[in-house]
């Protein structure tokens, strides 16, 4: 299968700023960020909801800008009580899309709430809604970090989608063979949804490697060793980063892949680059 430049399906993904200069940056980002013509934006939300506030702000704002958005939404700690009343939020407010989580507990909380897993998310959304939302799951090429094993990963990512997922975005990777690897081993075990890959522009190193370690996506060695040799270097760090990416996503392009999910971190240069190199914006 392959997709035409053109084609590609591309969404974007934001978090919600904590400032009203934040607020104000990431305006404009996403003004820059729609020449990409997304299909829609993703915001997300903060441990046990810790920035619902501010998750549903910027979903207003963005489908205030005539761009679908979707609000990510955690279950973990959460009651069915508190969940029912945000998916009639969220009906009400016209939103056709979550992205459906577990999500992680906040520091010191005690207990998991009415829901364990996501799965669970999704059939309950299922059950309350009908066909209402288009629900987009997780999927991690490189096993969930809290995984006991891929193999128990893969189960976890089944049981979502037979709960009900209309499709899934992945974490970031930088090694294709493990998104296609994963991608085969789903439909092995009978999944049919597209599996959209999620791709993280590398723009700093620091930053990237602390992400990496906190969620389980592995850097290779060889893109780690030379960014640890840019040192301080910005510019080289960035330069470096757009041709590793871009080589990524056009390898993903050439594979018929059935979109792009951009973490744009708030920025829009690199996402808007990476889409100018491949023509894509």
């Known amino acids: 299968m392959s997709t035409s430049n053109s084609r590609l399906p591309l969404s974007l993904e934001f978090f919600p700023p904590k400032t009203p200069e934040g607020a104000e940056k990431l305006a404009t980002v996403r003004r820059e960020l729609y020449a990409v013509k997304p299909e829609f934006c993703s915001v997300t939300y903060g ?3 810790s920035t619902q506030e501010g998750t549903w702000a910027t979903v207003q704002a963005i489908r205030a800008e005539g761009v679908e958005a979707a609000p990510h939404f955690s279950c973990i700690g959460a009651t069915q009580d508190a969940v029912r009343a945000s998916l009639l939020q969220f009906k009400a407010a016209g939103i056709r899309r979550i992205v459906a989580l577990r999500g992680d507990l906040p520091s010191g909380y005690g207990g998991f709430g009415e829901f364990r897993y996501a799965s669970d998310l999704v059939a309950f959304i299922r059950a309350e809604t009908g066909e209402h939302f288009h629900i987009e799951v997780a999927a991690y090429p490189e096993a969930h970090p809290q995984a006991r094993s891929p193999q128990a990963d893969l189960k976890a990512f089944v049981a979502k989608v037979n709960a009900g997922a209309s499709s899934a975005i992945t974490q970031y990777f930088f ?8 991608v085969d081993e789903a439909a092995a075990a009978g999944v049919r ?13 620091t930053q990237l490697i602390r992400f990496s370690e906190a969620c389980g996506a592995e850097i290779p060695r060889w893109i ?28 993903l392009r050439t594979a018929g892949v059935p979109g792009i999910h951009f973490y744009a971190m708030n920025q829009s240069t690199a996402v808007l680059e990476i889409c100018r190199r491949l023509g894509l914006a």
């Open 175 to 182: 090694n294709s063979d493990a998104y296609f690897r994963f």
């Open 47 to 49: 441990a046990g909801g």
């Open 224 to 251: 780690r060793g030379r960014l640890e040799a840019f040192g301080d270097d910005r510019a080289s760090i960035q330069a470096f980063g757009l041709d590793v990416v871009t080589d990524l996503v056009d390898q």
């Open 193 to 205: 949804l597209d599996i959209v890959p999620g791709i993280m522009p590398i723009t700093n190193s």
